[in-house]
């Protein structure tokens, strides 16, 4: 079992920045992958950015490539997403996600259906 708590969410003006933090307890959190997705008022989730176990890999959505960056600390067993340059088609609730099958395996996907656990979210608001 892995419990997923999102943390950082919040109001800023368009061009601005904000850190969202997911905190995990349970299984070890540094022997998987994780991800980040969001899902704004009427639209589908959508994959944001995942890495890797021990943070060497990573992946992107085009649409928030450049801007957004996914780190972790093994240590503190918590995954963060680092957002810039925000703009307001990035409004949306932001959930971080775990993929316990990476086990074992340096390798991350961006398929939702991946991730086994998931926290409750937490709601970033971008005005312009």
């Known amino acids: 079992q892995v419990q997923l708590v999102e943390s950082g969410g919040g109001l800023v003006q368009a061009g601005g920045s904000l850190r969202v933090s997911c905190a995990a307890s349970?299984?070890?959190?540094?022997?998987?992958?994780m991800g980040w997705f969001r899902q704004a008022p009427g639209k589908e989730q959508e994959f944001v950015a995942a890495?890797?176990?021990?943070?060497?890999?990573?992946y992107y959505a085009d649409s928030v490539k450049g801007r957004f960056t996914i780190s972790r600390d093994n240590a503190k067993n918590t995954v963060y997403l680092q957002m810039n340059s925000l703009k307001p088609e990035d409004t949306a609730v932001y959930y971080c996600?775990?993929?316990?099958?990476?086990?074992?395996?340096?390798?991350?996907?961006?398929?939702?259906?991946?991730?086994?656990?998931w926290g409750q979210g937490t709601q970033v608001t971008v005005s312009s």
């Open positions: 349970g299984r070890a959190f540094s022997s998987y992958a």
């Open positions: 996600a775990a993929d316990i099958d990476t086990v074992g395996t340096g390798t991350i996907f961006t398929s939702k259906y991946r991730y086994r656990y």
């Open positions: 890495i890797s176990w021990s943070g060497g890999t990573t």
